[in-house]
């Protein structure tokens, strides 16, 4: 049987497998990298029917996060206002701004407003936004700076690994409840576990069952 | 043999494949605010209107002047509820958020949103409203008044309440003197104001 392959070829047979394991190695970071941030749409801003803004409502006039989102607290989801929310100002000012139109065609055929999901989490997933505002975990910990986002987007990835990061180790995370709403807080540069321990048992988190898969998924 | 193997194992993997769906993360359940095209009505979504009228039956059935603020002669004078320091900071912490965008933190009606053009809201320290009972402010929260909407889907009666008990609270603070505090806390009082 007659050579087919020069001697050299032996070398080239073994960076092929070298350059295989690399490659897919490269692939999969690059894939998981994406997965996490481009394609989950972290900090891409979502269009919506109505350019409605965080910053100028909640960080300039200090709306209170809850005078919109009034079933935070008592809810698994922190609910989407109705039109009726936004007509208790805008039956008053800026009327007939284009900006509004949407706003007011809703108000007047009763039509809601379809606002376009920014954060979808997977339906094997029952987040409960009471469980956490109740238990010091503040808005801005997962939404970030909502008030300084003229465009709202998702802020963190929202990923099992982000979530267990907190469930593993709530007191690197937890805050007084005073200032959950508070969109400014800045933890303690120092002390902020010692801090952390004291409000995980003050405020009951059950820290064995919270990285439990029954906590998040049924 | 060896390519009954290899077979095997193409067909398997190409079941791993197969099984990224996305069917478990979009689950065909009514979730909230999906659309619902099975409602025949206006609003068509899993979150539907109330029918006019409906009460909560969480506290059971309770006297309806609870959900009115309206007694047999009228407007409630009294609250029907305890008034404990609880009730009123909680009514206090709601008030910040419902009401002091119009009506200011002190209740003068000078709000950031009245200053960005919203009518200006009597004040609440206006004779008038110093004057009118409790059920009137859960009354007006309740059903509006005037340009201001209602908050009944927004903040539960026990809350307009709450708020209705601050309301008169703040009323106070703003025209109490020296004798209106109890004898044991008035000194406290005379020694932060002469540090002043």
Known sequence: MPNYFPPNANAFAKWLIWGGVIFTALLATSLTVFARTSNNKVRVPIEQPVAFSHALHNGQLGLDCRYCHTSVEVAAAANIPPTETCMTCHSQIRVGSPQLAAVQASWDSGEPIVWNKVHDLADFVYFNHSAHINKGIGCSSCHG??????????????????????????????????????????????????????????????????PQCSTCHR | MK?????????????????????????????????????????????????????????????????????????????????????????????????????NFNGNGLGMIVQKGMPQPTSF????????????????????????????????????????????????????????????????????????
Not at chain 1, 155 to 177: D, I
Not at chain 2, 7 to 20: E, G, K, P, Q, R
């Open chain 2, 125 to 196: 320290h206006d004779p008038r409203l110093r004057a009118s009972p409790v059920g009137y402010f859960f009354n007006a929260m309740t059903n509006g008044f005037g340009r201001m909407y209602s908050y009944a889907a927004r903040i539960p009666a026990e809350d307009r309440w709450a708020i209705a008990a601050y309301i008169k609270a703040l009323q106070l603070s703003q025209n109490a003197s020296l004798s209106d505090v109890p004898e044991s806390l008035r000194n406290s009082l005379e020694v932060q104001g002469a540090s002043r």
């Open chain 2, 3 to 103: 390519k009954l193997a290899s077979f095997s194992i193409l067909i398997a993997m190409a079941l791993v494949l197969s099984s990224c769906g996305m069917n478990m993360y979009d689950q065909p359940k009514a979730n909230l605010y999906a659309a619902a095209p099975y409602v025949k009505d206006k609003v068509v979504g899993t979150a539907r209107l109330l029918p006019e009228g409906v009460i909560s039956r969480e506290r059971g059935a309770v006297d309806p002047s609870f959900y009115t603020g309206l007694g047999a002669e009228g407007l409630a004078t009294d609250l029907p509820v305890p008034v404990t320091l609880e009730l009123v900071e909680r009514g206090q912490q709601r008030y910040n958020i419902y009401c002091s965008p119009c009506h």
């Open chain 1, 145 to 210: 700076r909502i008030d300084q986002m003229a465009a709202i987007w998702k802020n963190k990835p929202m990923t099992m690994g982000w979530c267990l990061e907190c469930h593993r180790n709530p007191a690197a995370f937890v805050r007084p409840k005073s200032e959950v709403f508070n969109m400014a807080y800045v933890p303690p540069a120092e002390g902020q576990l010692e801090l952390g321990e004291q409000l995980v048992e003050a405020y009951h988190i059950n820290e064995e069952k919270l």
